[in-house]
């Protein structure tokens, strides 16, 4: 199978979200279950800073950083949340990604992107994650 026609392996499914692609549970993943490995190639710090796009870069500690951007990385399309259902760890090296809640068929799998991601990509825009969405729809509730 060619990797533009490879389906995610897991209890997942790649599908349209609010903020563009974004990964969705296939079946029930319990509260700590391992659900997927953000992978690609290891680039050093100074790649880092010579780089333009550093959109799906992840920093594994300060010599080190996960560059997720090739699309066979399906763990690129996990979008970020302020509440989210899931929590990124690196350890050894690897960033392995667990549920923290209970996440049902259907919900999109969600984790913080972290501080300074924030900051730099999505605070500019406005966090379009659910819960800041919702909370915006509450508050335009009540003011007008």
């Known amino acids: 199978m060619t990797t533009s026609t490879r389906r995610p392996e897991g209890p997942f499914r790649i599908g349209r979200s609010e903020t563009g692609l974004g990964l969705f549970a296939t079946d029930v993943i319990e509260k700590g279950t391992f659900i997927i490995e953000y992978v690609g190639p290891r680039i050093t710090s100074e790649e880092v800073q010579r780089r333009r796009n550093t959109r ?79 909370k915006r729809a509450k508050q335009a509730g009540l003011g007008g």
């Open 56 to 134: 799906y870069l992840f920093e594994i500690n300060s010599r080190w950083t996960i560059d997720g951007s090739p699309r066979w990385n399906t763990a690129r399309y996990i979008n970020h949340s302020c509440r989210p259902n899931a929590q990124a760890t690196v350890s050894r090296g690897r960033i392995r990604i667990r549920a923290i809640k209970r996440i049902k068929p259907g919900d999109e799998i969600t984790y913080n992107y972290g501080k300074n991601y924030f900051e730099t990509f999505i605070k500019p825009v406005g966090c379009k994650c659910r819960s800041c969405e919702r």
